[in-house]
């Protein structure tokens, strides 16, 4: 036994030394290498007395090192591309290739790549080499405009939901120039990684960058157009600012490594509620331990010098969780940084023996992970269009911007809530932690008195409701301090932005991102219409402006709530209300093909039909596969793991039994009996829970009955996640009785609390 124990010097992770305890020796072993974790040295300790702005960009290819290392006319050029959406001359693109592998080359680099972001929702990168041999047994280093521009990755295995049939099974990447080229490091060498769209021999997009330039693009436009309407007219380009909170948790490698389910699923399917959760409040920006200190430190460090800016890290309200929170960039820019971030808080937790968890829930009971999408958006003189402005004219724009935000999340409530729909959202939305999964706008009491009192065209009692006439007065000061927030609203106007909170932790921002964009890429459409329409009657700007702000106000009322979200009196009054309530993935998908949404998406150039439709079956495989892995794990930890643990502990309270009968005649044995017994009830109801969801894995194979991706989809939600529900209630209860050093995988209480 005690051999057993003993952490294996030669290996970090963990090593199965089968004793006569079999699986349990994984967990107590995995204890014992948490324990025995010496010194977290950090990998990059020299850098560390670096000033930071020192370190801060390093390995980007940006502005300052474009403007160094590029002739005068090929950087104006380029920066035009950036900034206007110019195209760049082919010309012009060999010189920037040539002038970014030098920089590359001479830093290190090797190999190149174009990075993309496919539609399994990570990234992606296919490594070449620079080297071209020259005949001479020598090489070169050569890069050209046109690999910079454009790559052919064998792309034939990536998600394309009926898009790419074999005949045109290429995918090609291409430089996305707005979002700058990057080192990737690693101990071995360096990458230079080319952020890039990813699209079909047809031009059908297959990544989720596309769409979002898309709809960046077309909220641009019609923001534009809007703004001049108002007066606003010296505006060219308007883009999204977005700032993502990123919530994860950090558990000791060794724990991870004893868990198939956390391995292979990223959350536990198994795990009693530990006797110590959250409710003590302890966590919650409390002092960062040393080891995850470290941790968090050397991470950011990497992203410093990949130009990620970011700010804020605190401990999080669950134990184990942490949150870290850039500052804000341009949306595209903010969505290719979360993903970096996602990787490198990924591969530096590895390096100190930790393993960061982005699931949504990866552990039931314990509050889960989302992502705060902070989100704006900005003119090309750097104003803020959400923020209320110090002036009548400024606070006039702030009136009809808010207008348009809260008109386009009524209106498409269910395509910005399918936004944030897959397997791994649902443990959150809607249960008692998260912002649920109705759609609501929280203004705060200031600005929802504004709004009333522009509805009822009267003011109210409150010093906000001084202001009722757009134009004529000023705007109160609208709070920005905490003490006003709800945090139980997922979307949520916080002074000078709206935060959208249901976003997942492992999901990628882009696709929500995209939606919220094209929706108010509408909305902005629409009240430039209804504005001009207006002033055609009334010949006054001013008047028109009230009149239309007053009406689609009233019109979209009933999206703002002020109150506790996770309240069962709110599900009620929304009900009431007409607000859709999508409680999960099956229900919420399918707004995503409903004609409006067809309609939308293609006016405004996002998606065309056909795109549209296979992003919503790559959405339905993508549910049918992560509940199918799941509930196959399920079955596999149950039956190999758990039934021997519990039937190991039936066979030592049977001998002991029979031992003590056989010892002294008579013996009073009811107690020990009675545990068998119970422990024989709870067997067998783990046995039967089992049986039924294996029972269930054979039908879910079966094609006739799920020729469509829905129907297949709706069968494991419907029925396959109820049984695995099944199976896990038996196993949680088997782990509370189950002699606890015959139990083999790490428990709650070990896993969020042992560093
Ligand atoms: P809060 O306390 O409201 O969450 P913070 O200032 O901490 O505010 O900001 C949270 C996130 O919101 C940060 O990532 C921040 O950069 C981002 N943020 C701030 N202003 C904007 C904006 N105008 N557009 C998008 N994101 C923003
Ligand atoms: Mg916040």
Redesign the pocket.
Known sequence: MTQSLQADKTSKGFVHKPNSNGHASARRHAIETVRSRTTIAPPHLENVDIPVNEIFGTNVFNRATMRALLPKNVYKALIKCIDEGERLHPSMADIVANAMKDWAVSRGATHFCHWFLPMTGLTAEKHDSFLVPTGEDKALAEFSGKFLIQGEPDASSFPSGGIRSTFEARGYTGWDPTSPAFLMENTNGKTLCIPSVFYSFSGHALDKKTPLLRSLESLSKQAVRLLHLLGNKQVKRVTC?????QEYFLIDESFYLARPDLINAGRTLFGAKPPKGQEMEDHYWGSIRERILAFMMDAERELYKLGVPV??RHNEVAPAQFEV????ENSNLATDHNMLLMEVFRKTAQRHGLRCLLHEKPFSGINGSGK?N???M?DDQGN?L?DPGSTPHENEQFLVVLTAVIRAVNQHAKLLRASIAFAANDHRLGANEAPPAIMSIFLGDKLTEVVRAIISGKPGEGKASKFHAIGVSMLPDLP?D?SD?NRTSPFAF????F?FRAVGSSQSIGWPNTVLNTMVAESFDYMAGEIEREMKKSGDLKTAIQAVVKRVLTENERILFNGDNYSAEWHKEAEKRGLPNLRNTIEALPAMIEPEAKKLFDKYGVFNEEELVSRYNIMLEAYCKTINIESLLTATMASTMILPAAIEYQSRLATAISQSKAAIGGLNLSAEEGMLRDLCNKISQLHNAVEVLQSLSHETADEETHNDPFSHARFYQQRVIPAMNEVRTAADELEIVVDDSLWPLPKFREMLYIY
């Open positions: 600012t977005v700032g993502p909170e700010k804020t929170a850039p500052v804000f705060h902070n989100w704006s900005a803020n959400l920005r905490d927030r916080t002074g000078n932005k935060e």
